[in-house]
C-alpha cells in the first residue's frame, strides 16, 4: 500500500518481449511443454502482489493513479523462476570433499566412510537455529539474484527432533516451502535405518507435518531401502503430506513404482533410470525433477531428458542446490545444462522451471506464469531474447528480480 492509501501499482514497460508457457493447465506434458507465448515490445503491469495486465505496449492505457514505472528496454520479462527441490538448511561447507571427489574419490565412497551428508549433519546440528536462519536466508538471496523467486526447502541434516524442526521453521520463516527430509541418511546414534524410522515417524513426523507441506526420501543403496521408504511415505501421507522421493540417482531401486503406488508428487534425480522407469513415469502423474547440476559435479550420466519428455512424462527442472553434490543456486545454469546435456529447448527448460515447478510444490494457479491474476512475481533478462536465460551460460543474465510486486532486487 503506498502512501496514500492506494494498493502500489508497478508498470514494467517498453520490454523487449514478455514470455510465458503458451500451454494450458499443469503439468504440461510432450509438446506442450516447449510451447511459448512471446509478446515482443510489450508491458507487465502488477496491482499490488498480483499481475493486472499483460499486453503490447501499443495496448497500453493511461493507468491513472500512482505508479511506479521502471524502463523495461532491451529486458526480456518471465515468470519469477521456481525451484522446486533444493537443500538450503544447512551450515559449514563441503569443499575439503570436493577436493577428495576433484582427486579422484567418489561420493559414494565418502558417504561410506561416515562423510558426505553426515559430516554436514555435523556441522549443523552444532549450529542453533538462529544460525540456520541466517544461512537459509543468505542462500535464498543467491537464489533470488538468479532469478528464483519461489523455492522449496528440504530439511536432512538434523536428523534429531531439534534440528529437524528448527530446519523447517527457518526454512518457513525465510519464505520457503518447507519439505521434511526426515529419511535423508542414518545419524550416526543410530545403529539400523529402522529403528531411526521408528524414531523419526515416531517422535518428528507429528511436529514436522504441521510445519512441512511434503515429504522427501533418499531411496538408495546406502541410505533407505524400498521397504524402509515404503513404510516412511505411509506415514508421511498419513499425516497429510505430500510425498516426493529422491529415486534412481545411482541405481534403480523401485523409487518410481513406489512413487507411482503412493500417489506421490515426484521423483526427484532420476539419473539411472531405465527405459521401463521412463515408461512407467510416463504413464502417471508423478512429475520426474531433473537436476543435472548433481549429474555434472558428481560425474554421473545425465538423466535422460529428451526422452522423458518425448514419451509424455511430466518434468520439472531444479538445482538440488546443496553442499555436497551441487553448490549452485541457478535456475539459468540449470537451463543451460538442460539444453546442452539433456536435449530440451529453450521452451522446454522454461516450462520445467516454471510451470511444472511451480505443480510439483503444488502453486501453479498462482505462480510460474505472467497472466493476470497470478502473483507478481517477474524476472527480467539483461537480454533483448528470452532464450538467453539458457545461452548465457553461467552469465549475469539476471537484471531485476520482482516479488509479490515489488522491486526485490536489482543488479
Ligand atoms: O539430492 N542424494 C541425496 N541428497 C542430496 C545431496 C545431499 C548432500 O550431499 O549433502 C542430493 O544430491
Ligand atoms: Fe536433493
Not at 558417504?111 to 542453533?128: D, F, K, N, Q, W
Not at 553442499?323 to 520445467?352: D, I, K, N, R
Amino acid at each position: 500500500v503506498s502512501s496514500n492509501g492506494e494498493p502500489s501499482r508497478l508498470l514494467l514497460r517498453d520490454l523487449a518481449q514478455v514470455v510465458s508457457a503458451a500451454g494450458a493447465g499443469a503439468p504440461l506434458r510432450g509438446s506442450e511443454l516447449g510451447e511459448v507465448a512471446v509478446l515482443e515490445d510489450a508491458f507487465v503491469l502488477c496491482d499490488g502482489a498480483r499481475i493486472a495486465e499483460v499486453g503490447r505496449m501499443r495496448d497500453l492505457r493511461a493507468v491513472d493513479g500512482e505508479v511506479e514505472e521502471v524502463d523495461g528496454r532491451g529486458l526480456c520479462a518471465l515468470p519469477g523462476l521456481v525451484d522446486c527441490h533444493t537443500h538450503v538448511c544447512f551450515a559449514g561447507d563441503r569443499v575439503g570433499e570436493f577436493e577428495l571427489r576433484a582427486r579422484g574419490s567418489s561420493y559414494e565412497e565418502l558417504h561410506a566412510a561416515g562423510g558426505g551428508i553426515l559430516s554436514t549433519v555435523e556441522a549443523t546440528r552444532a549450529a542453533g537455529e538462529e544460525a540456520l536462519r541466517a544461512a537459509v536466508r543468505r542462500h535464498a538471496d543467491w537464489m533470488l539474484h538468479a532469478g528464483t523467486t519461489t523455492f522449496e526447502g528440504k530439511s536432512g541434516y538434523g536428523l534429531d527432533r531439534e534440528i529437524e524442526l528448527a530446519s523447517l521453521r527457518a526454512i518457513s520463516v525465510e519464505g520457503g516451502i518447507p519439505t521434511w527430509l526426515g529419511a535423508h541418511a542414518v545419524p550416526p546414534e543410530y545403529d539400523d535405518a529402522d529403528a531411526y524410522l521408528d524414531f523419526a515417524i515416531g517422535e518428528v513426523l507429528p511436529e514436522a507435518a504441521r510445519i512441512a507441506e511434503a515429504a522427501d526420501v533418499f531411496l538408495e543403496r546406502g541410505a533407505f531401502s524400498a521397504d524402509q521408504a515404503r513404510r516412511y511415505l505411509e506415514a508421511c501421507r498419513e499425516a497429510g503430506l505430500g510425498l516426493r522421493l529422491h529415486g534412481d540417482q545411482f541405481s534403480e531401486q523401485g523409487a518410481i513404482g513406489l512413487a507411482v503406488e503412493l500417489d506421490g508428487r515426484s521423483v526427484d534425480h532420476l539419473e539411472a533410470t531405465g527405459d521401463d522407469g521412463i515408461r512407467q513415469l510416463a504413464a502417471s502423474d508423478v512429475v520426474g525433477v531433473l537436476l543435472p547440476v548433481a549429474a555434472l559435479v558428481l560425474g554421473r550420466p545425465m538423466p535422460r531428458g529428451r526422452e522423458l519428455v518425448d514419451a509424455g512424462a511430466a518434468i520439472a527442472l531444479a538445482t538440488d542446490f546443496n553442499p555436497g553434490s551441487a553448490f549452485c543456486e541457478s535456475l539459468p545454469l540449470v537451463c543451460s545444462l538442460a539444453c546442452t546435456q539433456l536435449g530440451l529447448s529453450p521452451g522446454e527448460a522454461l516450462g520445467a522451471v516454471s510451470v511444472n515447478a511451480a505443480h510439483v510444490l503444488r502453486r501453479a494457479e498462482r505462480i510460474g506464469r505472467l497472466s493476470p491474476g497470478f502473483d507478481a512475481d517477474v524476472v527480467l533478462l539483461d537480454a533483448p531474447d528470452w532464450r538467453h536465460l539458457a545461452y548465457h551460460i553461467g552469465g549475469e543474465v539476471v537484471s531485476a528480480v520482482v516479488r509479490s510486486g515489488r522491486l526485490a532486487w536489482r543488479r
